[in-house]
């Protein structure tokens, strides 16, 4: 299976401002996934209402602790931060520089699931391959407005607070499609309805 590497590197990239939220006032507990980052927690809104079954996928590959230790293997400057590859990107299980990017989990390829909710700061999408039908697990999160990928990536959600982690993220190679050499990771993702 291969992932989508190079189709994000090209188009012109908008800046768009996020408001920030607490943790708290995020989406219900259950719907919420929160991502440990070296510079703070990243709430993320699900939304099942646009993708139910990414959403339930996401939702089983955290519970499952799939995503904890998952490298930001691509990471380009004003466009987007790319993470999720549960079999070739575990920073502390083995990482492969020379094949994240193109892996996926055990549960399979998922149906696209596209709408017309736009790809703007903080909308989190579904990666995928050649095939609309081919994301599974990695995922990415927009740093700016990206409007060429609406109705062709299917959006899981929005960060609802910690954007500013995101930001700090480890950018990688423009010149390399974003290529990131010694990536920053999820340290940890949880649902907040697991949260203690």
Do not use: C, W
């Not at 708290?24 to 929160?34: K, L, M, Q």
């Not at 070739?88 to 492969?96: L, P, Q, R, S, V």
């Amino acid at each position: 299976m291969s992932f989508i590497r190079s189709a994000f590197a090209a188009a012109a990239i908008a800046a768009f401002t996020l408001g920030t939220a607490s943790i708290a006032s995020a989406a219900e507990p259950e719907n919420t996934v929160i991502l440990s980052l070296k510079d703070g927690d990243v709430a993320i809104e699900l939304r099942p209402d646009l993708a139910p079954k990414h959403v339930e996928q996401i939702k089983k590959l955290v519970r499952d602790g799939a995503y904890d230790g998952v490298a930001f293997h691509r990471v380009i400057p004003g466009f987007m931060a790319q993470t999720g590859d549960v079999k070739f990107g575990n920073i502390d299980k083995g990482y492969d520089a020379s094949s994240v990017g193109t892996g996926g989990s055990d549960y399979g390829n998922l149906p696209a699931e596209f709408s017309r909710e736009p790809f703007v700061r903080g909308t989190v999408g579904m990666a995928r391959g050649q095939s609309r039908d081919s994301a599974n697990s990695q995922f990415f999160i927009m740093f700016d407005n990206g409007s060429f990928l609406n109705g062709k990536y299917t959006v899981v959600g929005k960060v609802a607070s910690g954007m500013e982690a995101v930001d700090k993220i480890k950018k990688g190679n423009e010149a390399d499609n974003g290529s990131v050499e010694n990536p920053d990771k999820i340290i940890k993702a949880t649902i907040g309805a697991d949260r203690k």
